[in-house]
């Protein structure tokens, strides 16, 4: 078991790139499969899930290739119509290979991917639009299995904008026969980012970023090679940390575009940000502020990903601040970690209110997800004293090399074997 240890207290200062982003790369990969071809992708994070992603793939028959951070696959060989097990139920984005496996071989068997601390997380929404297209579906309790003549093109309106049902009904759309238009479509940068990997493959997608979309079926796609842009989450997440340790730093990235939400939320906590053409340097102003309402909404709101690194920044802020989570129903549990901490969180259904404090006591915690264990590294950075965090597999399944990162800006911190 890895443990990563933390002395905290000190400012965090310095410079830093950003590695690629993790929901943008995760579909992209399961769209390989519709091109009997190759796709090659550039800027991948190296990170737990593009290793679980890769081994699905090569598991169903597809060739893949490293290099660097470039990942080429060749899917040609595809040969299988069933999601492994293992990997479905350990990670979620199993899922986004339903829509292509529907698109290239007209089936599709997984299991059930499993739900997480932060929410039930059902998949309705993805099956009620596969119905749509003409799949059948049999599901048991365990198992799922989809199969269809053919896909036929339809009018979809998403009861929620879903960002992996809209991924996963585009990626079915883009071979099926006629024109699907999604209502309610997700417009978070990701959507934006698969279509136009698929429009580089050949497929005729119109609307990406609006809440409605029109795919109009292609006979087939081609070979291609995009270059994936820095992880908007992860940057956000080291703006966090900065803020919290009272420090400065500079992170050159090529997403500022899509981090208006976030930004803003570190503003109204107190950070000063410089904005240039591909980088942004935040310099805080001391002890991080109060926000008096913060709610997490879709794109282009304050990202849920990121509510859990912010609680951490407001929980050694000065004054009472309040936030909403209104896209999970259980992504508040760093809250009994961070009071292990002496924070003052009061939690009540969505929203959560916490008493800033001006020391936090560095403490044994254990991540039980990803960006909860994220925000228990940011509040290690800003507490005094030694604090260890168990679980550290959840936080390597999103951020590549996180404690090099960390270091490389000063700080105090390790993982170690246990
Ligand atoms: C994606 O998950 C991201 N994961 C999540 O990031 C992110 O938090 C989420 O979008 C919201 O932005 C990846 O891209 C791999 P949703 P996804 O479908 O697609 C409900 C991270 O930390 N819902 O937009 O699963 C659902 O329960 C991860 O990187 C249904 O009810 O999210 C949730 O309450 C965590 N039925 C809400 O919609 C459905 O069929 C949003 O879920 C689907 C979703």
Not at 157 to 166: M, R
Not at 192 to 207: Q, V
Not at 358 to 366: H, I, Q, W
């Amino acid at each position: 078991m890895s443990v990563i240890y933390v002395d905290g207290g000190r400012p965090l200062r310095g410079e830093i790139g950003l590695q690629g982003s993790k929901n943008t790369v995760l579909p992209m990969l399961a769209a390989s499969i519709l091109n009997k071809g190759s796709l090659r992708l550039n800027h991948c994070p190296k990170i737990a899930d593009v290793d679980s992603m890769l081994a699905l793939l090569e598991q169903m028959g597809c060739l893949v290739k490293r290099d660097g951070d470039s990942i080429e696959i060749d899917a040609s060989s595809l040969d299988s119509v069933q999601v492994a097990p293992e990997y479905g139920k350990r990670m979620r984005s199993s899922l986004f290979l339903l829509g292509p496996m529907l698109g290239r071989m007209k089936r599709a068997v997984a299991v059930y991917p499993g739900g997480c601390v932060i929410g039930e997380r059902p998949i309705d929404i993805h099956l009620a639009a596969f119905r749509r297209m003409q799949v059948e579906i049999e599901e048991n309790a365990e198992f799922l299995s989809l199969s269809t003549a053919g896909l036929k093109g339809n009018r979809i309106i998403l009861g929620f904008p879903s960002v992996g049902a809209t991924e996963n009904v585009v990626m079915a759309a883009v071979l099926a026969e006629g024109t699907t238009c999604i209502y309610n479509a997700a417009r978070e940068p990701e959507i934006i980012e698969l279509c136009l990997l698929l429009k580089a493959m050949g497929a005729d997608i119109s609307g990406e970023g609006s809440g409605c979309l029109r795919i109009r079926g292609v006979k087939r796609l081609h070979d291609a090679e995009y270059t994936v842009k820095g992880d908007r989450i992860v940057a956000g997440t080291y703006l966090a940390a900065a803020l919290a340790t009272q420090g400065e730093i500079l992170l050159e990235t090529d997403c500022l575009f899509h981090m208006e939400g976030i930004l803003r939320a570190l503003e109204r906590a107190g950070a000063r940000l410089f904005i240039g053409k591909d980088h942004v340097r935040l310099i805080s102003r001391g002890r991080a502020g109060r926000v008096r309402r913060l709610v997490t909404e879709p794109y282009p709101g304050f990202p849920t990903d990121m509510q859990s690194q912010m609680m951490a920044v407001l929980a050694g802020a000065r004054g009472v601040s309040v936030i909403e989570e209104r896209i999970f129903e259980s992504r508040f549990r760093i809250c009994e970690e961070l009071r292990r901490m002496g924070a003052i969180i009061e939690t009540d259904g969505p929203r959560a209110r916490i008493c800033g404090v001006s020391e936090l006591s560095g403490a044994r915690m254990e991540a039980k997800e990803l960006r909860g264990g994220a925000a228990l590294i940011i509040a290690a950075l800003m507490a005094e004293g030694e604090s260890a965090i168990e679980g550290v597999g959840y936080i390597e399944r999103g951020y590549e090399d996180i404690c090099g990162v960390l270091s490389s800006l000063g700080a105090r911190i390790k993982k170690e074997e246990c």
